[in-house]
């Protein structure tokens, strides 16, 4: 029984692109939470963000988890 291959890249390379710039920008001081308008200090909700931009621009990102 062979094995199933994965098709390809989960994310695309524009989604990449976009965390990468959601990372720095928090690095930076610069990247703001949504919806208090505080700083982001988390790495995970920097990213989270990127990915979420991602998605509103239409680049190939999984859905996201939905929180029970």
């Known amino acids: ?3 199933k291959k994965s098709s390809g ?3 695309s390379k ?3 692109k976009m965390v990468e710039r959601e990372i720095h ?12 308008g505080k700083k982001v200090r988390s790495r995970k ?3 989270a963000i990127g990915l979420s931009e991602a998605r509103r621009a239409g ?3 999984p859905r996201a988890k939905s929180s029970s």
């Open 25 to 36: 920008a928090m690095k930076r001081g610069k990247l703001k939470s949504g919806r208090s």
């Open 45 to 47: 909700q920097a990213i």
């Open 59 to 61: 680049a190939k990102v």
């Open 1 to 3: 029984m062979p094995t």
């Open 9 to 11: 890249r989960k994310y």
């Open 14 to 16: 524009k989604a990449g």
